[in-house]
């Protein structure tokens, strides 16, 4: 975004009385010299997820609200600008469906179309626009940029007004954006110096806008990650042959050769950045400052002698030949850390904000939104890229998950267009006298820029207790979108944009009511005035987690169980296990469970728990199944377990006595008597004899597995 003090404002409110103020108080409150967005680029070598993430935040005023939305496809449509003469119809009978993050029309005299920012159209394209950076004064002088001070009459030029519509409005994949965005600068130029980031599943460029026609694209390496603050002298080398990875203007080298402009490295190969940006001693202060930041965020830290460090100066006041791109410390980097790093602030280390109130931080206090893509590869174009997107600054926001590119209603928890700005304040400047008044119903941008106003002016005592409640939420809506994306990947295309649509109502609105109860402990704890023990969420358990547990996830996945019922056999009347389950509620909350007499009509119990007793009083045989269910209402059912109860085994008869108290032994033979094997007589007794003994064994068999 244009956020150089000196010029941004003022376009913005060149009607508007109040706009002058805002334009005031935005100068009143950035750092004196410096722009203030920081681009961040993290390949997936990196990553925990395999995945690559780029994004970026956006700096202009304290409290200023930005509107995330879809926009819908266009027939006829023209480009305009309100801070250039740019003029451009749309190459297509109709434009793309995409998704975009705004300012409110109040701030362009009504416009709706103004800085669409950042967001993915219906084909996965996605687009941040824009980085700012800067040019030296040298080539300025020989390319100028065409907006309203061209000193040529070059005033059409484009600009971030449109580079986000343009890009996704009119573009299937990355590659195809960059090639047409270098034939509009080169016949329409540029109205500044910009450097915008376009992906795809297969590819991730920067495109950089250098001057007023002079422009180079090169896809981001895989090898290294990038923390950009707003600095066009950060130094890169590309094939500029190689037109598969890097696309570039035809007079890139001519130009500045012909002026004796063009720098080169010591092999001789040409220096883009050191040709076209301002050189180290012409960056800001807070831009340098920040880039240090950055580095010691990802563990990539600088050695001293490459930077001096003046606290009363309001930071790093020198830095030599810093590096677009470097090999990071920090491996296997989860979301939550690159989320995170938008919000850095140099915590323990020599550039720490905290500890010097004079120092300008990556995640500052005129962040207007932040947001981060997921972009995966070997998914279908329309769920590759996952949209994190925070509507205010990020050190005290959380961040959903969208799926942008299948997206058709925009969540009415994230306001629109046609909202109600007041809430603002007049100049827009950091007042906790408008954080402490109602904000507008249902609107999770105005909530967390109320959030950050509050917790930011009361650091010492609110803070703490602030971001640990928000890094709680943060990461369980990661948890559950992993489950809920792993639900999106099993749907079929034809139903992804209605579970599409259902996951952003879903999350942000429970994400809303979240910080919205936030917001208003936060008040009652600002307004008692007694700020000795310091804030502490009542839903932020001692653990360091929710207290009260999302549903985000258990509105799209149903528990599952983990252990089985067991089978079992008892004899009637004997002592019986209690048939359990072990359910997993897929980090989606508290379970329910309640057993079952499972037949055509399955009866319940009244049973309600995760173990149930087993009865064995009446002889029969008794299937029971828990259904377990989650706090959404899904729910999922057991195996059945089959219970039999058997009669008791019966105990054999005493022998009959004879009188005298001697049991009867029968006709016992005597020794002689005992038949021979050659007495045909003998084989009938043999046989009954065998009979018997089979008998008996064949009872005591029995008896034993009865009674085992």
């Not at 600008?81 to 109040?106: A, C, I, Q």
Request: glycine share 8%.
């Amino acid at each position: 975004m244009l956020t150089n003090p000196n010029r941004a404002p003022l376009p913005r409110v060149r009607v508007a009385a109040a706009g002058l103020m805002l334009g005031a108080a935005a100068l009143a409150c950035a750092p004196s010299d410096a722009l203030a967005c920081t681009q961040v680029w993290v390949p997936d070598a990196f990553t925990q997820t395999g995945d690559r993430y780029v994004g970026r935040s956006e700096d202009y005023a304290s409290r200023h609200v930005k509107i995330f939305g879809v926009q819908e496809p266009v027939a006829g449509k023209v480009y305009e600008s309100e801070e250039s003469d740019f003029h451009m119809k749309s190459r297509l009978p109709k434009t793309y469906r995409y998704t975009y993050v705004r300012d409110h029309p109040s701030d362009w005299d009504g416009s709706h179309f103004s800085y669409s920012e950042a967001g993915i159209n219906e084909h996965g394209v996605s687009c941040s626009a824009t980085l700012t950076t800067n040019a030296s004064d040298e080539i300025l002088a020989v390319d100028p940029l065409c907006d309203f001070d061209n000193p040529n009459g070059e005033t059409g030029g484009i600009g971030e007004f449109n580079y986000a519509d343009v890009i996704l409005g009119e573009n299937k994949t990355a590659r195809e954006a960059v090639i047409l965005l270098g034939e509009v600068l080169d016949e329409h130029g540029t109205s500044g110096n910009d450097q915008i980031t376009i992906s795809d599943t297969d590819e991730s460029w920067l495109f950089c806008a250098l001057s007023g026609h002079q422009w180079i694209a090169f896809q981001l390496p895989a090898d290294q990650v990038s923390v950009n603050p707003n600095m066009g002298n950060l130094l890169f080398d590309v094939d500029l042959d190689d037109s598969e990875t890097c696309l570039h203007s035809k007079d890139l080298l001519e130009l500045p050769r012909q002026h004796g402009l063009l720098e080169t490295y010591e092999d001789g190969a040409p220096n883009i950045a050191g040709t076209y940006g301002r050189p180290d001693d012409g960056q800001g202060v807070g831009q340098m400052t920040r880039y240090v930041q950055g580095r010691h965020y990802f563990g990539a830290s600088l050695a001293q002698e490459l930077y001096d460090l003046d606290a009363s100066r309001g930071g790093v006041t020198r830095l030599d030949s810093p590096a677009l791109f470097f090999t990071p410390g920090t491996k296997d980097m989860d979301t939550a850390f690159i989320l995170r790093s938008l919000a850095a602030r140099g915590e323990g280390t020599d550039v720490d904000a905290n500890a010097h109130a004079g120092f300008y931080a990556i995640g500052n206090n005129r962040t207007v939104e932040s947001h981060m893509f997921q972009i995966r590869e070997e998914l279908p174009d329309d769920i590759a890229t996952v949209q994190w997107e925070a509507l205010s600054r990020a050190e005290f926001s959380v961040f959903v998950p969208l799926y942008s590119a299948l997206i058709t209603e925009p969540s009415p928890y994230f306001s629109n267009l046609d909202c109600d700005e007041s809430h603002q304040g007049p100049d827009q400047s950091d007042d906790v006298a408008f954080a402490l008044q109602e904000e507008p119903e249902d609107s999770l941008p105005f909530v967390l820029m109320d959030i950050n106003t509050l917790a930011y002016n009361h650091r010492d005592s609110m803070s703490s207790g602030t971001r640990a409640y928000l890094d709680a939420l943060q990461n369980q809506i990661i948890e559950q979108h992993a489950l809920v994306d792993a639900v999106m990947r099993q749907t079929p295309a034809e139903q992804r944009a209605e579970l599409a649509d259902k996951a952003q109502d879903t999350v942000v609105e429970q994400t809303y009511r979240k910080c919205d109860a936030l917001l208003d402990e936060m008040r009652a704890y600002v307004k008692a005035g007694d700020f000795d023990a310091p804030f502490s969420p009542s839903d932020l358990a001692q653990s360091g987690d929710l207290q009260a547990p999302l549903t985000y996830a258990a509105t799209f996945v149903a528990p599952s169980i983990a252990k089985q019922p067991a089978d079992a056999t008892y004899e009637q009347g004997a002592e019986a296990a209690d048939l359990s389950v072990e359910a997993d509620g897929n980090a989606t909350g508290q379970l329910s469970y309640e057993w079952f007499v499972a037949g055509e009509t399955p009866t319940s119990t009244g049973i309600k728990a995760a173990s149930m007793p087993v009865s064995t009083d009446a002889v029969g045989t008794t299937g029971y199944f828990c259904r377990v269910t989650n706090a959404a209402g899904l729910s999922c059912d057991s195996a059945v377990a089959t219970i039999t109860v058997t009669e008791p085994a019966r105990k054999p008869e005493p022998p009959k006595k004879e009188e005298g108290g001697k049991p009867q032994t029968g006709n016992k033979p005597k020794p002689g008597d005992l038949p021979q094997t050659g007495d045909p007589a003998s084989m009938t007794v043999l046989g009954l004899l065998a009979a018997g003994g089979i008998g008996a064994l064949g009872y005591g068999a029995s008896r034993r597995r009865k009674t085992r």
